[in-house]
């Protein structure tokens, strides 16, 4: 038989056809199998990212919780702070004489003040009391925060 004859050309174009339908099917499986792979990989990473988050947002509340309990514990570390730092400054005031129309006067101002040079000693005082309890407040901000932290800490030491 003559490989040019018109009858062996269809059985080895079909055959070319199938031996390239079965690459072309090969290739889609490889791709096919390596892109669920990657998919796989996706899905295992989207996990992590998303119990990562969770965690986050955990400690976020926590932290949440925290400042809200140090925003309640300096308002109410506060509120009698202030009434005795009055008291003891109104009884300075009287003490020392100091009319209270003077005494109720901002520090600066008071220094600031041309004609009230003779109540120096007392608005430097005043300053300092004032300075001294913002530095105390701060201080106790401080102590509560590092408390927040180091219990945030021992929870995600604590977590698997």
Do not use: C
């Amino acid at each position: 038989m003559n490989p040019s004859s018109p009858s062996i050309r269809p059985w080895i174009w079909l055959g070319l056809l199938a031996l390239a339908l079965v690459i072309l099917l090969g290739a889609l499986w490889v791709e096919r199998t390596r892109r669920g792979a990657a998919w796989a990989r996706l899905e295992r990473e989207l996990a992590h990212v998303r119990a990562a988050l969770a965690e986050s947002q955990s400690n976020n509340q926590a932290m949440q919780a925290g400042l809200l309990r140090l925003e309640s514990q300096r308002t109410a570390q506060a509120a009698p702070a202030n009434p005795s730092a009055q008291a003891a400054e109104g009884a300075l005031s009287a003490s020392l004489g100091i009319p209270s129309d003077v005494a109720e006067l901002e520090w600066s101002v008071g220094l600031n003040t041309s004609g009230l040079e003779a109540y120096r000693s007392f608005f430097l005082t005043k300053r300092e009391l004032l300075t001294r309890l913002t530095i105390l407040e701060r201080l106790q901000m401080r102590i509560a925060q590092e408390r927040i932290d180091l219990g945030a800490s021992g929870a995600l030491r604590g977590s698997p």
